[in-house]
């Protein structure tokens, strides 16, 4: 058994005084991090800012790992093993580092990005601005983690002998090789690409309100390679985001929230239009969800079966509220003409003709 050093004359085994100083390192570590903490706790006390309150929601964790490992990979320079030990203990805190390393990275990412949904908030009536910004960020983030992982299992990868041993022979075959990967990725390039576009030049936005595939819906989320459209019933409806650059469909929310409503209702020639046009400004009046932008009462059409088509037009602040008042509009205009004018309610004319009526 080797020796190194005496402690009250008797000596100390070599493999005793490098767990010593591996339980040192990590101690040590772990001090520095109880100290990093409690540092960022008093400064959340004191200074009430989203980006302290992320810090340590997010980075807690990972850098308790990181710096207990970082500590102890400086300590392998204090001990003495031989190098058959000390390469496999080495590759792996290398490792580890570079694992946890890559986790601070995406961390700091979601702290980055709690602060900008913070600045953004998505609650705001006229939030066009913030659908904006949350869609380029939420694109950018993922790319940029899906970016961190790649590189991280690269240099994992990488750093083992027989990996580079295998990379340098597929070298040789890398021309036929990029042809066949060039086909067999054209479908997931051109969804890179799609989304690349949607999220700069962004025909749809988070939170948008869009008409697809005949449903309505909100944009709930756009990642690399697909969108999630929330049905108004619950349901999720998944396009891929190349959908959204080679076929049409109606966004609402484009270049504002603010929507025209319309309610159509087809009654006989005699309903007098002037009192629908007073009741209506009346029931627009007493309703919250009107924005006080458009009140308008047309007679738009005449049909051949004796009715005349009537459009009332309102405006709200958001498709929502668009929706629940033209529904309110158009059962109160029903009660009020049933209550008033039951007589012009659609009706279905005949023409009866005696053939008697010449004798």
Known sequence: MQYLDHVFGYPIPLFLKNIVIACIAILLGIIIKFILSKTFILLSRWWDSILIKSTIKHL?????????????????????????????????????????????????????????????????????????????????????????????????????????????????????????????????????LAGFQIAFTQPIRIDDVLIVEGEWGRVEEITLTYVVVSIWDQRRLILPITYFIEKPFQNWTRVSADLLGTVFLYMDYTIPIEPLRQELTKLLTSNPLWDKRVNVVQVTDTNKDGSIEIRFLMSASNSSRAFDLRCNVREAMITFIQNNYPESLPKTRLEHKDKFAGL
Do not use: C, H, W
Not at 132 to 150: A, D, N, P
């Open 60 to 192: 807690k964790r990972p850098v308790a790992v990181f710096i207990p490992l970082l500590l102890l990979n400086f300590s392998l320079d204090l001990m003495a093993m031989p190098l058959k030990v000390r390469i496999p203990i080495e590759k792996a805190l290398e490792i580890a580092l570079t694992i946890t390393f890559s986790l601070i990275l995406i961390r700091l990412i979601n702290v980055l990005e709690d602060f900008f949904y913070l600045k953004y908030d998505l609650n705001k009536e006229n939030n066009l601005k913030e659908r904006k910004i949350r869609t380029q960020l939420q694109f950018v983030r993922k790319f940029i983690v899906s970016l961190i992982i790649i590189v991280t299992a690269a240099i994992i990868l990488l750093s083992f002998e027989s990996m580079r041993k295998i990379g340098a022979g597929l070298l040789t075959g890398v021309g036929i090789g990029g042809i066949i990967i060039g086909f067999a990725a054209q479908k997931s390039l051109g969804n890179l």
